[in-house]
């Protein structure tokens, strides 16, 4: 059987809130408090996030225990992909590790589904619509909003494959493009 033969069950449409369990919002420490600064709990911000960019990230500032008690931020798990629902929606990134977001997050934790598939089928999603607006900036969307996208969705075994063709396929462009640099 051929890789795209393996793609001949239907696919189910489902609300991006049926495919998670958990969410988490995000908060920032006063930046005036040097105490809550430059621990070792990454914190990211939206400007952190490139575009296209699923599952590569640099976090430059990190909080400390401190910061996460005595602010708005929450340590959210592992596995978890955030997604940035005010100034830059449309971005998002996986992240395998625990993390803090700022308040222009919405982090989508516990997935019932390949988290691999996820992210580039919430990524295609947002991105549409986006593209679908037409000059407009859009300056944000809610948490129930992002929560009530539709999503279509195969069966695990599909995901799982259709996720690892798409991982290898933008390692081989950021492989050639790198290329082309040097």
Request: net charge negative; aromatic share 10%; charged share 25%.
């Amino acid at each position: 059987m051929s890789f795209w033969q393996a793609f001949a069950k239907d696919w189910e449409q489902r609300r991006l809130g049926e495919l998670v369990e958990e969410t988490y919002g995000g908060g920032t420490p006063k930046t005036s408090v040097p105490e809550y600064w430059g621990g070792d709990i990454p914190w990211i911000q939206s400007s952190n996030v490139i575009e296209g960019e699923l599952f590569n990230i640099d976090i430059p500032k990190a909080i400390t225990d401190k910061g996460l008690r005595e602010s708005a931020a929450i340590l959210i798990p592992g596995s978890s992909i955030a997604v940035v629902t005010h100034v830059g929606v449309g971005k998002l990134v996986y992240l395998p590790f625990s993390f803090t977001t700022s308040q222009d997050f919405v982090s989508l934790s516990r997935l019932k589904t390949n988290s691999i598939f996820l992210c580039y089928a919430l990524f295609r999603r947002l991105q549409t619509e986006i593209n679908m607006v037409q000059g407009s900036a859009i300056k944000g969307i809610t948490k129930a909003e992002l929560l009530d996208k539709r999503i279509d969705i195969p069966h695990d075994v599909e995901q799982t494959q259709i996720g690892a063709f798409l991982q290898k396929l933008d390692s081989l462009i950021a492989l050639h493009q790198r290329e082309r640099v040097e």
